[in-house]
């Protein structure tokens, strides 16, 4: 009997310690959110860590609500609110929809850089433990940056039991930074936490180990100081691949720009300025296949480039054999004529373009698997520059094949070659010459449609690629598509890496600069064509 009492004391003892500690709880979450009502940053930020420090399911909600300026306070009433999307209230505690109606004096809680710091530390803690890996990831990201010691607790419990090699490099990654910056840390520990920064070698660590304190021990100074070396070489070394990368990315930029002007050029002699004006159209119809696509079948807007590629290619073809057959076909053997007319053309095509779509610029979006980034290493590799350089050589490669294996293209390079001889052989090179103008200008047009997702749609596109075309087309070899191949890729990996250096403008001028003086020792560029015709 003495032993069933005693039971149901001890039951009763443990069920109202169990209410208690869940009344303080509660207790301690409503003092927390009370400090929002103040209206004051010191007192706002007394409440992100007492929400964090509560330990209540609610802390995460309430946070992410004050990060995404959802969260609401009525100074009179002392009460704190969470506004949804569409406008409701509901209690900021209990998570329970706010009866009658809204306080006269709601108000959102006003945040500064400090409190955005402090939010970005108290939701990096918040979700260290989260059943997702990526928002793991990206809470050991945000408490390396914030160093928050009170993070320290639920570190080291979120990586004893992690099992994501990649989370649990970056939880070891957080933990390290707080110990670096945490005052009493034994020698031991910091020089392991030096170790585990290095090997993340980034410009946050970079950041983390100047940081430290200059009265550290000679043991921790010397690992920070060779810490800090080993980060500063391999980022110079990223910041080169980073470079190269980027000068691919031009490199095929400038080949589709300057491979339709390499066929016409090298076959038939002809500098078209009008050339920049063909890209333009492109992108041009890139444009209106888009908007007509928004405006009638949204669902099809992943495939709008799918659509715009061969519209673009027919389009800027016509207007190119249009442009032979009434202007160019007049002026054969007559370059500074040609070139002068070419001009004239392209200025009444921008004209046109201005009139019919307006100056400014036009709005061409990135379908969706365009779209974001991905991180190789050190580097930061965006998808929309990845297809353009996989859609430059999927170009070229098919060019190669026309001029390869079609008759087309047996054509061509015989009128490339020895015009004379390719007439006698009853070839008619004025239909080659139109075709090939056309041609020339197709591929123009579809570069516009790659340009158009990382240039400015305008009337004016084309004329920032025209220079650079008779550069690449110049250094590379008239009319030689493996030279315009090389050249496009040299150039615009020399042009990146000159850059940091010398500006932009300066970079350009000293590649000018450097062709003149190589076209000076090889004047018919890498590639010279070989033919009767041609060394006459």
């Not at 509560?54 to 946070?63: K, M, P, V």
């Not at 970056?170 to 930074?177: G, K, S, T």
């Not at 590629?309 to 190119?320: E, K, R, S, W």
């Not at 516009?448 to 110049?474: E, H, K, R, T």
Request: aromatic share 8%; charged share 15%.
């Amino acid at each position: 009997m003495r032993f069933g009492r005693a039971c149901l004391v001890a039951l009763a003892l443990a069920f109202g310690l169990a209410l208690g500690v869940a009344n303080a709880q509660a207790v301690s979450l409503d003092d927390a959110i009370t400090h929002f009502t103040a209206d004051d940053f010191d007192e706002t930020l007394i409440g992100v860590n007492e929400v964090v420090a509560s330990g209540s399911s609610r802390a995460e909600t309430i946070i992410g609500a004050l990060q995404n300026g959802q969260l609401m306070f009525s100074a009179e009433k002392k009460a704190v609110y969470i506004q949804d999307a569409a406008g409701q209230l509901v209690d900021a505690a209990t998570g329970q929809p706010a009866g009658g109606p809204p306080p006269d004096d709601l108000d959102s809680v006003h945040l500064n850089n400090r409190l955005r710091g402090a939010i970005d530390a108290a939701m990096g803690q918040l979700t260290l433990l989260s059943r997702d890996p990526e928002r793991r990831y990206q809470a050991a990201q945000a408490v390396f940056k914030s160093r928050a010691a009170t993070a320290l607790p639920t570190l080291e419990k979120a990586i004893a039991q992690e099992t994501d090699g990649r989370v649990k490099v970056a939880l070891e990654q957080a933990r390290a930074a707080i110990l670096l910056t945490t005052p009493g840390t034994s020698e031991a520990d910091k020089l392991k936490a030096i170790a585990t920064v290095r090997d993340r070698g980034d410009q946050d660590a970079l950041g983390l180990l100047a940081d430290i304190p200059a009265h550290e021990t000679p043991v921790v100074a010397k690992a920070a100081s060779d810490a800090i070396a080993a980060i500063q070489t391999r980022l110079a070394e990223w910041d080169a691949v980073q470079n190269l990368w980027y000068g691919l990315s031009l490199g095929s930029v400038l080949l589709l720009a300057a491979i339709g002007l390499a066929i016409t050029f090298g076959v038939m002699g002809v500098i078209n300025m009008a050339h920049g004006e063909m890209v333009m159209l492109g992108a041009y119809v890139t444009y209106v296949v888009q908007e007509i696509i928004r405006n009638n079948a949204p669902a099809l807007f992943d495939y709008s480039l799918a659509i715009a590629i061969p519209l673009a290619f027919v389009f800027a073809g016509c207007v190119g054999i249009l442009i032979e057959r009434c202007i160019i076909r007049f002026l054969y053997g007559r370059p500074l004529e040609t070139l002068l007319a070419t001009w004239g053309l392209s200025l009444i095509l921008q004209q046109a373009v201005r009139t019919v779509f307006g100056p400014n610029n036009r709005e061409v979006g990135n379908p969706s698997f365009m779209s974001g980034a991905f991180d190789l290493g050190g580097i930061t590799v965006t998808y929309n520059r990845l297809w353009i350089i996989c859609f430059a050589l999927a170009v070229f490669v098919a060019l190669l094949g026309l001029l390869r294996y079609t008759r087309f293209g047996l054509e061509m390079r015989a009128v490339t070659q020895n015009r004379a001889m390719a007439a006698s052989m009853g070839i008619r090179t004025s239909r080659v010459d139109a075709l090939t103008f056309g041609l020339g200008s197709a591929i123009a047009g579809i570069a516009g449609v790659a340009l158009s997702q990382i240039d400015n749609v305008s009337p004016n596109l084309g004329q920032s690629y025209i220079i650079d075309s008779f550069m690449v087309v110049v250094f590379g070899g008239v009319g030689n598509l493996w030279g315009t191949f090389v050249g496009s890729f040299v150039l615009g990996v020399a042009n990146k890496f000159l850059e940091p250096f010398a500006g932009a403008v300066l970079g350009k001028i000293a590649i000018l600069i450097l062709i003149i003086l190589f076209i000076q020792k090889r004047p018919r560029g890498l590639f010279a064509l070989k033919g009767r015709a041609v060394e006459a």
